[in-house]
């Protein structure tokens, strides 16, 4: 059993930013009729998103988030050793993203810089790999910065993911205090699964080139995208789903001794309304313990979890609050989280216009 | 296996009148059928017969009768 245990470590500090422009997706129309539309939304429950701009990446809205938290917070950025971007939409191939933001953001040389690509479930997994990092060493600060910009990954003309995704970014501090006491990570992978959920060009399996940017019509449905966009198979994600996170949830609370009511918050990765209620009703969980954030912020891969915390949770994260999280998508990984939130100072969410906090 | 249980069961999935389906319908052809349709299609699968069906497999479904007779081969 692949079980990550660690003590006195935690995240103190957090903050989002998100694109200023909103999509309404009952007035998503230009290729869809308003009727499609609203069936759409009653389905997923998904009203809003927010969709950066031609200037504004992933990195923008992390380190606007990471300057609120900076602004909000007595932080001595020359104390932050390790930084981590997590992403599926990084800046450019190479180099990694977060080694120009340990630039952008002031960060001094000695700061430990990298990358980690995985998806809806990542910032669990991030977590797990800062938190390591800390239990183990004598690095002062620690901060996670995960941004999505989903929107420019999938095609407004395949109506089986046009009107899921939506952009954002975090920043998250960690730091070491015996307060936080004991986190405990479960974390998977299943790459026979692969295809469910892919980007197929623009690597170096099936490298961009004239033929990979046409878009195509791609099934009976007359939707339509091309190799550079993303794809769903959303029955096969939605039958794995339901088999394997409520599973994984329940083989992490008896590794760790406790029950679904042992929690003050559940959160789950925000992917559609009709799954995420699925999964509370299959495993009969307390709704008013879980916090939703799909109807404004749509599905933003891993950004969706601490996106989630950061615009539902403040205030009341005062004393000690213990957190289930569960994520899953792309690849596919899923992880389940039990960890414990100890007074986290946690910032309004901001919004980006240009690629720059307004 | 109760077969017009199972008709309701797939028209309140649809959201559509049970008299409309019998176990010979090609569900494909409702104008109803959709993504959003076969999500919901599958989360009754799971809820009422703890059966999850891959899309590889259900593709070769095209009645009602062959998703009747998959659940019972696979219970």
Redesign the interface.
Same mark, same amino acid.
């Given at each position: 059993m692949a079980y990550l245990e660690f003590k006195g470590v935690g995240i103190t500090a957090m903050a989002a930013a998100v694109p200023k422009r909103v999509i309404k997706n009952r007035e998503y129309t230009e290729f869809w009729s308003a009727e499609e539309a609203n069936?759409?939304v009653e389905?997923t429950g998904i009203e809003e998103r927010r969709f950066a701009d031609e200037a504004t990446c992933s990195s923008d809205l992390c380190l606007a988030a990471a300057e609120q938290l900076f602004a909000d917070n007595d932080i001595n950025k020359e104390e932050i050793e390790l930084l981590v971007f997590i992403s599926q939409t990084p800046d450019y191939r190479m180099p990694a993203t977060s080694v120009t933001l340990q630039h952008r953001l002031g960060l001094p040389n000695n700061t430990i810089a990298f990358d980690i690509n995985l998806g809806c479930s990542a910032f669990l997994y991030g977590m797990s790999v800062v938190f390591s990092m800390m239990e183990k060493s004598n690095l002062k600060k620690a901060l996670i910065l995960d941004g999505e910009t989903r929107s420019k990954v999938y095609s407004p003309r395949d +109506?089986?993911s046009a009107f899921l995704f939506g952009d954002g970014g975090v920043a998250a501090l960690v730091e070491r205090d015996e307060k936080f006491g004991k986190s405990t990570f479960s974390l998977n992978s299943d790459g026979s699964r692969a295809n469910l959920i892919m980007i197929p060009a623009g690597g170096y399996r099936h490298m961009s080139s004239a033929e990979t940017v046409v878009e195509k019509v791609v099934d009976e449905?007359g939707n339509m995208r091309s190799d550079e966009q993303g794809y769903m198979?959303?029955?096969?994600v939605?039958?794995f789903v339901? +088999?394997e996170i409520p599973r994984d949830i329940k083989k992490t609370l008896a590794f760790a001794e406790k029950t679904a009511d042992d929690f003050d918050y559940v959160v789950f990765h925000q992917a559609n309304n009709?799954?995420n209620s699925?999964i509370a009703k299959?495993m009969k969980l307390d709704t008013s313990k879980i916090p939703s954030t799909i109807a404004k912020y749509g599905n933003t891969s891993s950004v969706s979890v601490p996106l989630t915390i950061v615009s539902e949770l403040k205030n009341k994260l005062d004393g000690k609050k213990d957190l289930l999280l569960s994520a899953f998508g792309v690849g596919m990984t899923w992880a389940t989280a039990i960890v414990p939130f100890c007074d986290c100072k946690i910032s309004n969410v901001v919004e980006v216009e240009n690629g720059v906090r307004i | 296996m109760d077969t017009q249980k199972f008709i309701d069961l797939f028209a309140e999935a649809l959201d559509i009148e049970a008299s409309d389906l019998t176990v010979e319908t090609e569900f494909r052809t409702l104008p109803e059928w959709d993504s959003m349709a076969y999500l919901s299609i599958i989360a009754m699968l799971d809820e009422e017969y703890e059966i999850q069906i891959e899309n590889a497999e259900f593709k070769t479904l095209k009645t009602l009768n062959d998703i009747i007779n998959y659940i019972e081969e696979h219970q």
């Open positions: 069936a759409i389905k +109506r089986r449905f198979m959303g029955g096969d939605f039958n339901i +088999r009709f799954i699925y299959k | -």
